[in-house]
């Protein structure tokens, strides 16, 4: 039974910290929040778990392992205290805010022989897990392109940009499905409501033999949009994650060259069926925290381990780096790291605000 505590009782860590309590397979010890008043609803939900005002206090506890959902700012050193103290870490995304702090992080836990894991939780969302098989048994053909849409008229945040705190999802889940890395990154975005916190971000991917991705992030849109569209040669995929039920749809559409092509003849277009398959829904962040406490009882490496979280970073880094300078792209191949190693920039500016 894995002894846990959770950090950080706003929207999402909430969500996190049900999920903890609610698995059979460990214990909810305790929990840490700067606020009183989610202390005491936490205390409220969970009887017998202990709620404490401080970090320090939380890994005074009895516990194996900590989870991590609190700001973006504070990710870094609190991952840090918990791996030095001999804890697992589960640690929302993004992992840090720096390329330096994470690989630091990786380090610490690969010499501690520590768990840490990223949440990267469209990585075991069952539809990204069966587009995933679409794309390795080769039933969409080889892809062309990918690109998604997280936008929606909400919560604009103050302690880190659209690129930040909305990319770790689409980075994660295109490199999980594609099983590559890019080449480079262009990103471009715009500051409407905070100066040097921008709004809405576009962002694009490339990749060896041809392959684009293309993401388009904000939180001042008219509409709520979770929407990834795959294009591949034999056939098109759109996952639309906001549909209730029938999230995953398939079109047996393509269009292709005819072998010898005369003058005037057409390109000749398919338009097939569009299949809807049937996918079992579990809620994915059950089966994430699932995931963590399997690899801390059986020490094995998560999905979205460290590595994982790194690369996602180094994107991220490299995406914003590009946006400073008005969408230049920026090279993310091996032996030319040094131009990914740099300040957070003029203008990114964050804020702590609470556990």
Not at 90 to 97: A, D, Q
Not at 202 to 213: E, H, K, P
Request: hydrophobic fraction near 40%; aromatic fraction near 8%.
């Amino acid at each position: 039974m894995v002894r846990i505590g959770t950090v950080g009782l706003g929207a999402w860590g909430w969500n996190l910290t049900r999920n903890f309590a609610e698995n059979k397979n460990c214990s909810l010890v305790s929990s840490f929040d700067l606020d009183a008043k989610r202390r005491d609803s936490a205390a409220r939900a969970w009887p017998g778990v202990e709620t404490v005002d401080s970090f320090d206090k939380l890994l005074e506890q009895d516990i194996q392992a900590v989870a991590i959902a609190s700001p973006a700012v504070t990710h870094y050193e609190y991952s840090k205290k918990a791996l030095l103290s001999g804890r697992d870490v589960f640690v929302e995304k993004p992992f840090t805010l720096d390329v330096r702090h994470a690989e630091e992080l990786l380090e610490l836990a690969d010499k501690h022989n520590r768990v840490l894991m990223v949440g990267h939780l469209l990585e075991y969302h069952p539809v990204v897990q069966k587009l995933k098989k679409l794309i390795t048994s080769g039933e969409l053909g080889p892809v062309y392109y990918i690109y998604s849409q997280r936008v929606n008229l909400g919560r604009i945040r103050g302690d880190e940009n659209a690129l930040w705190s909305f990319a770790p999802h689409d980075i994660s889940q295109i490199l999980y499905m594609l099983d590559m890395e890019p080449t480079n990154v262009s990103c471009r975005g715009q500051s409407y409501i905070q100066d040097g916190i921008e709004d809405v971000v576009f962002l694009s991917l490339f990749f060896d033999n041809r392959v684009m991705a293309h993401i388009h992030l904000s939180w001042l849109d008219p509409h709520k949009v979770r929407k990834t569209t795959i294009v591949g040669k034999n056939k098109m995929a759109v996952f639309d994650d906001a549909e209730n039920t029938e999230k995953l749809r398939i079109y047996d559409n393509h269009a292709e060259m005819p072998p010898a092509r005369s003058y005037g003849e057409a390109i000749q277009v398919r338009f097939g069926d569009i299949h809807i398959p049937r996918v079992d829904m579990t809620e994915p962040l059950r089966l994430e925290v699932q995931h963590f406490v399997d690899c801390v009882n059986e020490r094995k490496t998560p999905v979205s381990d460290a590595r994982d979280g790194l690369r996602v970073i180094r994107i991220i880094e490299a995406a914003q780096r590009s946006m400073e300078q008005d969408g230049a792209p920026i090279s993310l191949k091996t032996g030319q790291d040094d131009k990914l190693h740099t300040s957070n920039g003029n203008n990114r500016r964050w804020y702590a605000i609470g556990a």
